[in-house]
């Protein structure tokens, strides 16, 4: 079975209103556990590669082992860039088959980020490919911070409603990540641990009136940073800060609820890893068999997706609609 392209699974989600888990892979055992557990799970999925991804594991690896997980299994899958910088990461991914790619220019002034967003939007319409952008300004890292071309806030600014009507407008962008309280990584609250979902609904409506339909939105920093990880990961020798936080689930279930056809998990995937590595070497110092604490990390982020796509995204089941 070829990748199912990423129109064709929002055009379901948004009609399903279901929401798709975009889940990061970097390496072999992340994406056997994503793929293992939607393929049981009967859900769609969508994979996504950072910059940092492909400059860890080599494109062509990345490549080579989605192929591996095309041809193994039977549910539709789709691949998106994930915060790709600038137009020729975004170009070489889409010459490479990408079915989506986001283009992250929302550090930049609102007429700039249009005119990057323009740029890619028309090379990827032209190759059939789908493309996410964001508008409004996530807190803390907005890609592969410490990385070439990196950037880091710390201030977030929000998705105006009506900006995001214009924004749509003037790029012709396919689907838009939205900044409502939302950010990347272990640590995403200092105060009240919630997303502006009043601003959500406003997004949401705003672009309905503006004749978009039910347009795709995005939430970046989906993760909900369980409480249990953290403490498994400092159990067994790890260094949690005591102060994780992430978006509460019932958060994302409104946030599907309202329209986020396209919920990004990375951190949770981090973290189930982590605790699963730690616990072999804790229990066991001798062991120095990878597969002995990867296969038991690969297990744990397979539960992980399992939990997600059926009881927060509700993506399960919806692979053959
Ligand atoms: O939003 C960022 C994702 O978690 C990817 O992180 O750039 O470290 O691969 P990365
Ligand atoms: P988390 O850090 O909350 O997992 O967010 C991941 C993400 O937004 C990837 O683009
Ligand atoms: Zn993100």
Known sequence: M???????????????KYALGAFNVNNMELLQAIIEACEEEKAPVMLQISKGARQYANPVYLKKLIEAAVSLSTIPIAVH??????????KECIDEGFTSVMIDASHEPFEKNVEITKKVVEYAHKHNCVVESELGHLVGAQFDEGEEGGAHSTSGHY?????????????????????????????????????????LKLIKKALMDAGMGDYPLVLHGASSVPKDLAVEINKYGGKMGEDTAGVP???????????????????????????????????????????????PARAKVKELVRHKIKDVLCCAGHAFD
């Open 2 to 16: 070829p990748l199912t392209h990423t129109r064709e699974l929002f055009t379901k989600a948004l009609k399903g």
């Open 81 to 90: 860039l994930d915060h790709g910088d600038t137009f020729e990461l975004c």
């Open 159 to 199: 998705t105006e409603p009506d900006e995001a009507v214009k924004f749509v407008k003037e790029t012709g962008c396919d689907s838009l990540a939205v900044a409502i309280g939302n950010s990347h990584g272990a640590y995403k609250f200092k105060g009240e641990q919630h997303l502006d979902l009043e601003r």
């Open 249 to 295: 689930e019932s958060d994302i279930e409104i946030a599907r609820r309202t329209g986020c056809t396209k919920v990004n998990i990375d951190t949770d995937l981090r973290l189930a890893m982590t605790a699963a590595i730690r616990k072999v070497f804790f229990e066991n110092p001798k062991e120095f068999d990878p597969r002995k604490y990867l296969g």
